[in-house]
Each structure stands twice: as structure tokens, then as C-alpha cells.
């Protein structure tokens, strides 16, 4: 019921951009923190390799913004990641977005680095097991098919909720990977998870169908 409420909420309303911005936490220090200890307090598995992890996570695995903060960055002209620290509150709730934090193992998440999402060619299995390509030449980073909606939902939030641009042919191959990978229940609970700890929802996993009122420019 709570669900078809907040799908309804969003239908009457939600096809202009809230814009309502996360401001229960306050930077990412402590985001990474709450994450860890509330988010995947049982553990879980990283978002691009699905190595599976226990309350203990250990070595390995840290945290990856979906959304790299070199983008907000330069968004913000606020200098270097280090600097907005510093320099702009709105970096720091930026930075600290639970709906941008997932779960990396640490060299995946390196190798991805601010590349865009997108697809590789040749498919080359430059990480053993783990279905995850990157094109350094052409900076493009593409991840395992399960979780390609999640991704993109989490980046649609992102430039709605803190108007950071992702372009028109970005955008265009996420709105595909997202209508090919739709919510989960997993998906579900982090987002209801995510909104007690920060007051704020993703409303692309609420209703999906709000992907159509997008722009790609």
C-alpha cells in the first residue's frame, strides 16, 4: 500500500523535478559510516563483480559513487574534489548521497575511475571472473547486465536532485538499460532504507515510467 501511495504521490506530482536535495547527512566521512553500518549492516554483495561480503566486509571492497565526483565537481566550480570539501556545503551532502554509494571491490572501482557508462567492445575480461569492461582509450565503463538499471536510476537521480548534466548519449543508453532492468525488491528496500536515514527517495525506482518525462540534451 505505502508503495502504490508514493507511486500516485509521484503521478500527480512528479513530473517536474523535486529538486529536494538530501540534507540528514552531512558529508561523505560520515555517509561512508552509515552505509556501512546501516545500509549493509548484514552485509550484501558489490555492485559490480557481486562478491558477496558479510557484516565484517574486510579488506578490498570500499565504497564507489555512482555519479563520479569529479562531474559534481566541475558542476559546482568549486576546484578539486579536496577543495569543495572546503569550499561548498552542497558538494558535501552531494558527496554524501546514500543513492550514490554502493558497495566496489576496491580495484574495480579504481579502473572505473570518472569514465561514462556504456558498452565495450570485444567484451574483454580484463578482471578475471567478474563481468566488468573498461575502455581506457575511449573512457567508457560497462557493467554486468543485472545491475545496469540500478545504475542508471542512480545517476537519473542524481542530475535531477542536484542538476548535474549527464549527456545525451549517456543518458540515452541508461534510459535503455534502465527499461531493460527494472526495480527489485532489493532495489526497493535500499531506497526505503536510504529514505529513513537521509529523508529523501529515488523516485525512478518508485515509478519507473517517469524515465519517459526525461530530456536528452
Given at each position: ?60 571492497i570500499n565504497v564507489e ?52 557508462f556504456g558498452e565495450v ?97
Amino acid at each position: 500500500m505505502k508503495q502504490l501511495i508514493r507511486v500516485l504521490l509521484w503521478f500527480f506530482v512528479g513530473l517536474t523535478t523535486l529538486h529536494a536535495e538530501q540534507k540528514g547527512i552531512p558529508d561523505y566521512t560520515i555517509a561512508r559510516r552509515i552505509l556501512w553500518s546501516k545500509v549493509y549492516k548484514n552485509g550484501g554483495e558489490t555492485l559490480y563483480c557481486a562478491r558477496a561480503f558479510g557484516a565484517r566486509k574486510g579488506r578490498g571492497i570500499n565504497v564507489e559513487h555512482i555519479l563520479p565526483m569529479s562531474w559534481a565537481a566541475k558542476k559546482l566550480r568549486c576546484g578539486t574534489r579536496k577543495q569543495c570539501r572546503t569550499r561548498s556545503a552542497k558538494f558535501n551532502r552531494l558527496e554524501a548521497d546514500l543513492h550514490n554509494l554502493y558497495p566496489a571491490l576496491t580495484g574495480i572501482n579504481d579502473a572505473r575511475g570518472s569514465f561514462r557508462f556504456g558498452e565495450v567492445r570485444g567484451e574483454p575480461r580484463q578482471f578475471g571472473k567478474c563481468d566488468f569492461e573498461v575502455d581506457f582509450k575511449r573512457r567508457v565503463a560497462e557493467p554486468r547486465p543485472a545491475v545496469r538499471g540500478e545504475i542508471a536510476r542512480a545517476m537519473f537521480y542524481m542530475q535531477d536532485e542536484y542538476r548535474v548534466k549527464i549527456y545525451a548519449k549517456t543518458a540515452k543508453k541508461l534510459a535503455k538499460w534502465h527499461w531493460q532492468d527494472p526495480p527489485g525488491r532489493s532495489e526497493q528496500l535500499r531506497n526505503d532504507t536510504i529514505e529513513n536515514l537521509q529523508g529523501t527517495r529515488n523516485k525512478y525506482i518508485d515509478n519507473p515510467a517517469l524515465v519517459k518525462s526525461i530530456r536528452f540534451r
